[in-house]
C-alpha cells in the first residue's frame, strides 16, 4: 500500500507544532513568570531552562517548513493572513533570545533591563502565537468580534504557557521558588480552562463542517471522551499540586505531565474540528498539498533530519534532568 503524502506531511507538520508548543512554551512561560521573582529565583528559572531553550525553538523552523515546501498555496494564504502577528512573534522571539544572552553578562540595573526584555519578548511571542491561533480557527473572517475573540485566545495561550513554565518550575526546582510555582501553577490552570472553552465554543459556531462533525448525535458521542479527558487531567494538576503543597515532593512530575496532556487533548481535538482542511472550509489537504515529486524529495529530507531532532531532544533532557542550581547556565 502506498503512502499518503499529503496526509502524512500534515501529520507531521502537526506533530511538529504540537512539540513546539509543549517545549517552547514552558520556556516562553518562565519567561513570562520572571517578574514574579526575586533575583536569586530569577537566577535559577534561567538555569532551568538554560540547556533546552534555543533547540526547543527548532521545532517552530521543522512545522513551518513543512508548511512552505509541502503546502505551498495554504503557506501563502495562512501567512499572508497572518503577516503583522507573525511578524510581533518574530520579534518577541529575537528580543528574549538577545536578553537571555546579554543578561549572562551584564551587572547591576543593567541585568535588570535585560531580564525585563526576557519578559517583554516572551509575551510577546506567547500573545502573538494565541492571537494567529484564534485567527485561525475563525478561517480569518474580519469583523471586531472575530478581532477580540482572537486577542482573547492569545491572553488565554499566555495563561498556557504560564501553566507549562510553573508545572516546569515545579519539577526542576525546590524550596520557596518551587513553592511559589504551585501557586502560578493553579493561576494558569483557571487561564488554560479559559482558553480550551474558548476555542470550543468558537470553531462549531463559524463553522457548519465543525458543528457536525461534533454535534451529531448519536453517532459523535464517543467524541465526549476527548473533553472529559481533559477535565481530569486538569483535575490531575490540581491534586498534585495540592499533595505537593502538602509535602509529598515525589508527585513533582505530575503536574507537568498532567498539563502536556490538557495540551495534547487539546490539540487533538482541534485537529480532528479542522480535517480534512489546512484552513478551515476554505482549503483542503489534498488542494494545498505541493506536486507529489516534491512531497516525495521532502519526504527523504524529513526521514533524514527527524530522527535527529528527537534523538537530540531526548538526550538533552537526560543529560541536563535533576534539579536545576543557580549559575549553572552561567
Not at 502506498?2 to 504540537?18: Q, R
Not at 506567547?126 to 477580540?148: D, E, I, K, N
Not at 528527537?310 to 547556565?329: D, E, L, N, S, W
Request: net charge positive; hydrophobic share 60%; with cysteine.
Amino acid at each position: 500500500m502506498s503512502l499518503d503524502l499529503p496526509l502524512a506531511f500534515a501529520a507531521l507538520m502537526g506533530l511538529a507544532i504540537l512539540m513546539y508548543v509543549v517545549l517552547d512554551g514552558y520556556d516562553l512561560g518562565v519567561g513570562m513568570l520572571m517578574p514574579a521573582a526575586d533575583e536569586r529565583e530569577q537566577e535559577l528559572m534561567v538555569a532551568s531552562i538554560g540547556p533546552f531553550w534555543d533547540a526547543n525553538e527548532t521545532w517552530l523552523v521543522l512545522g513551518v517548513g513543512i508548511l512552505l515546501v509541502a503546502f505551498p498555496a495554504a503557506h501563502g494564504l495562512v501567512l499572508g493572513a497572518l503577516y503583522l502577528p507573525v511578524a510581533a512573534m518574530l520579534v518577541g522571539l529575537m528580543l528574549r533570545g538577545v536578553a537571555f544572552e546579554f543578561r549572562v553578562k551584564a551587572e547591576g540595573w543593567h541585568r535588570g533591563l535585560w531580564n525585563w526584555l526576557f519578559w517583554f519578548g516572551s509575551f510577546l511571542a506567547s500573545f502573538a502565537q494565541g492571537l494567529m491561533l484564534g485567527r485561525y480557527v475563525t478561517g480569518f473572517h474580519p469583523g471586531f468580534g472575530y478581532y477580540l475573540f482572537a486577542m482573547l485566545v492569545g491572553a488565554s495561550l499566555c495563561g498556557g504557557y504560564v501553566l507549562l513554565g510553573s508545572t516546569w518550575l515545579i519539577l526542576k526546582t525546590e524550596g520557596a521558588l518551587q513553592r511559589k510555582a504551585l501557586a502560578w501553577a493553579r493561576w494558569g490552570l483557571l487561564w488554560v480552562a479559559l482558553g480550551v472553552a474558548l476555542v470550543s465554543l468558537a470553531t462549531p459556531l463559524v463553522s457548519h463542517t465543525v458543528q457536525a462533525k461534533w454535534f451529531d448525535f448519536p453517532r459523535t458521542l464517543a467524541l465526549m471522551l476527548l473533553p472529559l479527558a481533559t477535565v481530569a487531567a486538569g483535575w490531575m494538576v490540581w491534586a498534585a499540586t495540592g499533595r505537593l503543597k502538602r509535602g509529598e515532593r515525589e508527585f513533582d512530575w505530575m503536574p507537568l505531565a498532567a498539563t502536556v496532556a490538557i495540551f495534547a487533548l487539546a490539540f487533538a481535538g482541534l485537529a480532528y474540528s479542522l480535517f480534512p482542511y489546512v484552513v478551515i472550509d476554505r482549503m483542503t489537504i489534498r488542494e494545498a498539498a505541493a506536486h507529489p515529486s516534491a512531497l516525495k524529495f521532502m519526504l527523504v529530507g524529513v526521514a533524514v533530519v527527524f530522527p535527529f531532532l528527537v534523538a537530540y531532544t531526548v538526550f538533552a533532557y537526560r543529560v541536563f534532568r535533576g534539579k536545576a542550581r543557580a549559575g549553572q547556565y552561567e
